[in-house]
């Protein structure tokens, strides 16, 4: 497994435990982050993904964690990880939708915008014509992280730019980590998930 824009390398950590036969290698352009991981005992390249030296190396997974949307150029990493795919490999991926739920109702203060770090917004039809200009197709497609936390942050961000009066303000933010308020979004972030359209999505994709 590659994981692309590895960190300080805690997913390579968790799947070294979970899946300890695996051989787990991670890519990581940060100096500091890339020692961090090494000191665990991971295996991490200290490079861009586009300057790494991986050819004639093929992976059964590739792992991209909210990663496209900060590449300045996601298409040619893209097709550079399809020619390192496994016959039957899989790129894994999570990526913020700008046509998410939560997108929609915050508007620009919906935290997936997240300006200047991020050069792309992508949307399901733009992320879907980027897989098929890579090669690639999306086999499946779920929320599975960050659901509450995305929704909540946007919430807050809203909050603290539209409302004037600072006690106002402060009590409204304080309210949104409250367990009744929890309570009472749970019916829409469970609808959201199940039907896709949370903030951050991930998908498995296939060479087409």
């Given at each position: 497994m590659l994981d692309v824009g590895a960190g300080a390398g805690a997913f390579l950590r968790a799947m070294r435990v979970a899946l300890p036969e695996w051989s787990v290698t991670g890519v990581e352009p940060n100096a500091r982050a890339a020692a961090a991981a090494r000191r665990t005992g991971a295996h991490v390249i200290q490079a861009t993904i586009e300057t790494a030296p991986l050819d004639g190396t093929v992976w059964d997974a590739i792992t991209l964690w909210n990663v496209l949307e900060h590449l300045?150029?996601?298409?040619?990493?893209?097709?550079?990880?399809?020619?390192?795919?496994?016959?039957?490999?899989?790129?894994?991926?999570?990526?913020?939708?700008?046509?998410?739920?939560?997108?929609?109702?915050?508007?620009?203060?919906?935290?997936?915008?997240?300006?200047?770090?991020?050069?792309?917004?992508?949307?399901?039809?733009?992320?879907?014509?980027?897989?098929?200009?890579?090669?690639?197709?999306?086999?499946?497609?779920?929320?599975?992280?960050?659901?509450?936390?995305?929704?909540?942050?946007?919430?807050?961000?809203?909050?603290?730019?539209?409302?004037?009066q600072f006690t106002v303000r402060r009590l409204g933010i304080a309210l949104t980590f409250s367990r009744p308020f929890r309570l009472l979004i749970r019916p829409y972030l469970w609808m959201a998930a199940r039907m896709q359209r949370c903030t951050a999505l991930t998908i498995a994709a296939r060479a087409a």
């Open positions: 300045p150029d996601p298409l040619a990493v893209l097709r550079r990880l399809r020619q390192l795919l496994s016959p039957g490999g899989f790129i894994y991926m999570t990526v913020p939708l700008c046509d998410s739920w939560d997108a929609r109702l915050c508007g620009a203060y919906w935290c997936g915008w997240e300006l200047p770090r991020h050069f792309y917004a992508f949307d399901r039809a733009s992320l879907g014509q980027l897989l098929n200009a890579a090669g690639l197709i999306s086999s499946r497609s779920a929320c599975l992280v960050g659901i509450e936390y995305h929704f909540t942050e946007s919430l807050r961000l809203l909050i603290n730019a539209t409302v004037r």
